[in-house]
């Protein structure tokens, strides 16, 4: 198991967090499936997580980037996928462009 890191450093979840305006509580307190505040902090920062934790750290960060957003504006909100939040994430593409870029907040 030598060689083997499971510390990814901080992840491109933190990063869309950080533009969408939110924090680790806000994941916390929409998540219907006891998401905690370590996790969260786990995932920003690059620990390796489960895929399923992936999973559901990538749906309460889908619910609350929706529930943020201006009614008229949620139908064009195109819900990420865990390879688009974890780096280590199978099918990961740092190069991939971010179709929600239009409705972020302007910084």
């Given at each position: 198991m030598q060689g083997l890191t499971r510390d990814h450093g901080?992840?491109?979840?933190?990063?869309?967090?950080?533009?969408?305006?939110?924090?680790?509580?806000?994941?916390v307190e929409i998540s219907h499936e006891q998401l905690n505040h370590k996790q969260v902090q786990k995932a920003r920062k690059?620990?390796?997580?489960t895929l399923h934790l992936?999973?559901?750290?990538?749906?309460?960060?889908?619910?609350?980037?929706?529930i943020s957003l201006p009614k008229d504006k949620r139908e064009a909100f195109d819900p990420y996928l865990h390879r688009h939040l974890f780096?280590?994430?199978?099918?990961?593409d740092?190069?991939?462009?971010?179709p929600n870029e239009p409705l972020m907040p302007a910084e």
């Open positions: 901080t992840q491109p979840v933190d990063t869309l967090m950080t533009r969408w305006g939110l924090d680790n509580h806000d994941l690059g620990r390796q997580l992936m999973q559901k750290v990538t749906r309460a960060l889908n619910d609350a980037i929706f780096n280590y994430a199978k099918g990961f740092p190069e991939a462009p971010d």
